[in-house]
Structures are given as C-alpha cells and as structure tokens.
C-alpha cells in the first residue's frame, strides 16, 4: 500500500532515483563553481589551467583515487540501512531533499555558530525551530513575545542535555534574584520556595528583573548585573551554591526506568551525579503514573527538589509513549502546591510521529480522523499524550531518526524562547526597548546559547529545505509517517499469525503492542522452561540477522536488532506473565547470573517506506516471517534435559 507520492522522496531501495540526485548534484555542484567564479570574475585563475598535466598532479590524483577507491570498497560493508530487508536499528533510507540541500551546502561550508560565519543557514536553523515548535503546537510566531526556540543539535544526547542544563538555570533564578534582591522586585519568602517555582514563573520574574535594569542608569545597571552574574549556579558552581543555600539541596531528575542513557551521561556531566536521577517504575512500559506520584510526594516530604522530569515519546527500546498529558496535569497539580518542576519531553525517536496528527493550518486533527487511516493506531493514550504536548516545557526530537535526515541533525525545542537569556556565556542580555534585537537577529549569534561552538551549516539546511519540500503535516510529511504506521500494523498481524503457525516449534510472545513503529517478539523453543536456552537460542537466531563485518552481506536475508527485558524494568508481575505465555520457568531467572538474569528478545524498527511493496506485490514483512519459519531447525537446542515433557 505505498503510496505513490513516496516515489520521489527517496533514492530509493534499487537506487530508482539514482538519475533525480545525479542531476541535481551535477546541477548546483556547477552552480556553485559558477558563484565562485562570479565573485571577482576579474581575478585569474590562481591553479594554471595546465597544472593538471604535470606529474605532481597526476600522482595526487592516483593516490586520491586510490585512497577513495579504497574507503568506496570498505564501505560496501555497510549496513544496507536503504533495504526494505532491514528491521533492526532506528535508521532507514535517506530523503533526497536532506541529502541533495545538504551536499549543494556543504562547498558553502557555512558555520552555524554565528551569522558572521553563516549569514544564511543560521536563518534556517532558527526556522527550523519554529516549524518543530509548530509540529507540536508550541507558540511559533516570532511576533508574539512568548514565541518558542529551537535549534539542532549534534544529536539527541546534547539535546537532552540541553534541557537539563536550562532547567537548572531556570530553577536557580529565583534563589539567586531572592539573594541580591533588588528592590521592587519581590521574589519569595525562602529560598526553598524559590527554588520550587515552576520554570514559567522564573521566566517570569527574568522579565520583571531585565525590566527593572533596563530603568537604571547605566553605572547602576552594571552595578547590579555584576551581583547577579556572581550569586548565579553558572559562577559559583554547584558545590558552593548548595553551601550558600543550606536549606537547598541538589535537585532530582525524575525519569523513566527504560528513559535513553543519554539521561545518565547528562547527570555526569552537570555534575549531579547519577545518584540524583530517580529512575520511575513503569507499568506495561509506560511511566507508571501512581509510582511517580508517590516518588514525588516522598521527595516533597523530604524536602528534595525536582529539577525536571522526562517522559518519552517513543522509548528506544519498545516504542511505546508515555502518558504526557497525565504527567502535565500531574505537573498542574504540584505546581498549584507550590512545588514545581519542568517537564521535559524526550522525543528523539517519536517527535516526528506527531506530523500524522497535524492539519496543513497546524491544528491537531481528531482521534476519529486518524484511527481511521489505520486498525489500532493511535491508541487513545497515545492521541492525548501528543495532544498534551504543547503544554511541557521542552521537547528533544531527531531529524536524523524518524525525520529520514543524514547523522548529525538533533533538535531541541522551548516553550518560551525568553528563558534562552540564561544559557548565554556573555551576560549582556540586557536590552533597552530602543536596542532589543527582533527574535532573528538575536539568535544569529547562536554559538551563545548551544552547547557546541562551530557547527554545520549545511546540516541545518537540510533540515529546513526537508521541512518545506514535506512540510509536518500529515499530508505531507505525514505520508511517510503513516506509511511506517502501516507497516508496523501489518507486522503486528503477521506476528500473531506466525505465532499461531509456529506453536508447535516455538512459543512466540509480543511483550507490548507498540505504539509507534518499534515492535518487539520474546521467543522460546516449545518444551523448553529454561531463560538461559532460551538466550541461547535468540542470540544464534541474531546470529543470522544481526550484521557481521566478516560476512558478505549479500548472505544475508534480513536484519533485526535486539534488547533484553529485565525484571527491574517490566516489574515482576509483567515479566511472570510474559514468561507464562513463553512456558518459561520464572526460577529459571537467575538475579546475579548474566546467562539468565534477563530475557533476550528480537526488535524491529519498521522504518523503510518499502517493507510492504506494492509496485511489485511482495510483503518483505511476510518475506521475514517465512525466513524465521524456514531457518530454525538448526537452530533450536538438542539437548534432552532441557525439555520437560
Ligand atoms: C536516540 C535517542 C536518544 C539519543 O539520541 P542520539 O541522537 O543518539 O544522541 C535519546 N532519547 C531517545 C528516546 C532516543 O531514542
């Protein structure tokens, strides 16, 4: 049931499309030598027109095109991430407007750093911004003073740190304005009540205090900036103002327990330790409401404060979505009691979900409209949780997973762009009306507020032009995205079918039914009760369809990933129910034995526009499933006592 309307997006499995990239490299790779050219058309030739024909030349040709033979070669071992073959990580076929804006960008060689360096791109990345924050219902006209930010990232990882770090700024604001305290500016009672305002009261009183500068003499001004700047978390670093502010102590993270271990790497890096990130129960792989609830109480009893709290749009492992909008009016609720937090949505594998419940005007279609394009999708948690999104703080979400675009594309997005002043390396944030940039000019000086310094601009370009050639709807964008729904929905009925067919031979388990298009099959050998053959039965099952560097590629049929369940994540009575369905034994799981101590299972990322070909008729879902069927027999363990009769 592809659509025909995904026939230009992509190369294409075969290469279809070879002949519409080919073109338009050869059209704007001569394009760009004509701009140089035009530049100075005056200024000859600096490289002889003949320097091709000497020797020197010639040799550095012959090792170029040896050494670039050589990498061509190598590289033939990649994994064909392009073939509708391949069910394993989250990374398919490439977009053509990504790749083809990329490479006319990359001879620019813009740095999106700073306008100075990128006096076009940075214009695009800043736009790129306002169309994800669009995507997900955030304010996204620059007119409007609350309007959101975004920008890209190396990756989802900085993205997520990004939004730790912004969190600490915001909910430090207040001690630190209650420390100096201006006068006119009443802040809070106590610093522990500071310290729990939500972050859009902080962004609040930044306003009230940039406002109540900007009416000082410049001498006074410069006066107080300087006591701001040395009461801040960002001057004195974390130990020292912990120790300014004994009634404070260092906040928590609250996320889930299978959240992306870009979280943990985070809480390293800011310097409060793994130790401060709670790591919240989960019921059938979705953050368990009551658990977090009853954390953050016990916290509040104790006097802990909560920096931010993550929910995911799309685990990496399982796919599955958390209950935003339940964690937004739990959030709500919280706030009211004078206990606040933010609330970060980690996206990175689902945000561009979000493009199948986008009207072309921007508003959010009704559950009706979309469940009727599919049979189960979006389950109704699902439609509300990307409903609530426009009410969390920040959003990670990664043009280079779901959004089809070359490594190197992350983004992260805020609510209100006016808490952006407080990442800044300079403090000359504050602006009288008569200077107050417009909200481009501001962010043309972008190296100020991310993490990285020089960046790619053409990274940036490919985003955007991607974004205007498929604009996030579901229309258009959301063609793609409903294709990989489809898939997904076709793979969840051949699996069950496939469990029917197989009983004999294997036991075969969906832990979860996904929620996007990650799909995951627990399998057992029948008669077998033990965890640790059942392990080694699926690792030599991902022997055949894992990738091996030393095997030719062509010998493989198909690609799947893997992950684990673990009873610290599934809680016991989840992971007693999918053993029963196995006819594992749970005695068989062993806490400190690494044979045994979790369930192996296969994971499927439905990505390719492909698996389901309808040009030529061929299922290469049904294609996997018969491959599964055919090549177990020597697989499936021998060993007598492992069985029970
Ligand atoms: C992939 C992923 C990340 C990390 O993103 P990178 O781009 O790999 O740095 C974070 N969170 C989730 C949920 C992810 O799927």
Redesign the pocket.
């Known amino acids: 049931m592809t659509e025909t309307n995904l026939y230009p997006c992509f190369l294409g499995p075969y290469g279809e499309n070879d002949a519409l990239l080919e073109k338009l490299m050869l059209e704007f790779l001569r394009d760009h030598v004509y701009w140089r050219r035009n530049f100075h058309p005056e200024d000859p030739p600096a490289i002889p027109t003949q320097a091709a024909q000497q020797p020197a030349f010639q040799e550095f040709e012959a090792r170029l095109r040896r050494e670039l033979h050589t990498l061509s070669a190598l590289l033939k071992r990649s994994v064909p991430f392009h073939s509708p073959r391949y069910l394993g990580h989250?990374v398919s076929d490439l977009l053509i407007p990504g790749l083809a804006a990329q490479m006319l960008a990359l001879p620019y060689n813009p740095n999106n750093v700073s306008d100075e360096a990128a006096p076009v791109t940075i214009d695009l990345e800043i736009k790129v911004g306002l169309q994800l924050a669009r995507l997900f219902g955030f304010p996204c006209d620059p007119q409007q003073e609350n309007c959101a930010f975004g920008h890209l990232?190396?990756?989802?990882?900085?993205?997520?740190f990004q939004a730790l770090r912004l969190a600490l700024a915001l909910k430090c604001l207040p001690v630190t304005l209650r420390t100096i305290a201006p006068p006119e500016l009443s802040v809070s009672d106590s610093d522990y009540e500071a310290f729990n305002r939500p972050p859009h009261q902080a962004i609040e009183l930044l306003i009230a205090w940039q406002q109540w500068l900007a009416g000082l003499s410049s001498g006074e001004r410069i006066h107080w900036q300087q006591r701001f700047e040395s009461e801040r978390i960002e001057q004195l670093g974390s130990v020292r103002f912990f120790a300014q502010h004994p009634a404070l102590s260092p906040p928590v993270v609250m996320a889930p327990v299978t959240?992306?271990?870009?979280?943990s790497k985070g809480m390293k890096l800011l310097g409060l330790g793994r130790e401060q990130l709670i790591l919240v129960p989960e019921s059938g792989m979705r953050l368990d409401m009551d658990a977090f609830d009853q954390i953050l109480r016990e916290l509040r009893a104790s006097k802990r404060s909560v920096l931010l709290a993550v929910a995911?749009?799309?685990?990496?492992e399982f796919g599955t979505i958390d209950p935003i909008h339940e964690l937004v009016a739990l959030r709500e609720r919280y706030v009211a009691e004078g206990y606040g937090f933010t609330l970060h949505v980690?996206?990175?594998?689902?945000g561009y979900l979000a493009t199948l419940f986008r009207k072309e005007d921007g508003q959010l279609r009704s559950f009706e409209e979309i469940r009727d394009e599919f049979t189960h999708f979006p389950n109704p948690c699902t439609y509300a949780a990307m409903a609530a999104l426009k009410q969390v703080d920040s959003i990670?979400v990664?043009p280079?997973?779901l959004g089809y675009l070359a490594?190197g594309t992350?983004a992260f997005v805020y609510r209100d762009h006016r808490a952006m002043e407080l990442l800044t390396e300079t403090a000359d944030y504050v602006f009288t009306d008569a200077t107050t940039p417009g909200y481009f000019n501001r962010y043309r000086k972008l190296g100020r507020y991310i993490l990285e310094g020089s960046k790619s601009g053409a990274a940036a370009a490919a985003v955007y032009v991607t974004h205007r050639v498929l604009p996030l709807d579901h229309q258009h964008f959301g063609q793609i995205t409903r294709q990989t729904i489809r898939s997904t929905e076709a793979f969840v009925v051949r699996a069950e079918q496939f469990t029917r067919d197989i009983a004999a031979r294997l036991r075969v388990c969906m832990p979860y039914l996904p929620d996007t298009n990650l799909v995951c099959l627990a399998i057992n050998p029948t008669g077998n009760r033990d965890v640790a053959v059942a392990n080694t039965f699926i690792r030599k099952l991902h022997d055949v369809l894992g990738t091996d560097p030393s095997i030719p590629l062509q010998s493989r049929e198909f690609f799947c990933s893997t992950t684990t369940l673990r009873t610290q994540t599934l809680g016991e009575q989840d992971m007693h129910r999918i053993l029963t369905i196995l006819g594992l034994d749970p005695a068989s799981m062993q806490d400190n034995d690494p044979q045994s101590d979790r369930l192996l299972i296969l994971r499927h990322t439905l990505m390719n526009p492909f698996h389901l070909d309808a040009e030529n008729d061929i299922s290469y879902i049904d294609g996997y499933f018969e491959y599964l069927s055919h090549h177990l027999d020597g697989l499936l363990p021998t060993d007598p006592p492992t069985f029970v009769n």
């Open positions: 989250m990232t190396s990756g989802g990882t900085l993205a997520n959240a992306h271990y870009s979280w995911v749009l799309g685990t990496t980690d996206a990175a594998w689902g990670t990664d280079h997973k490594f992350g």
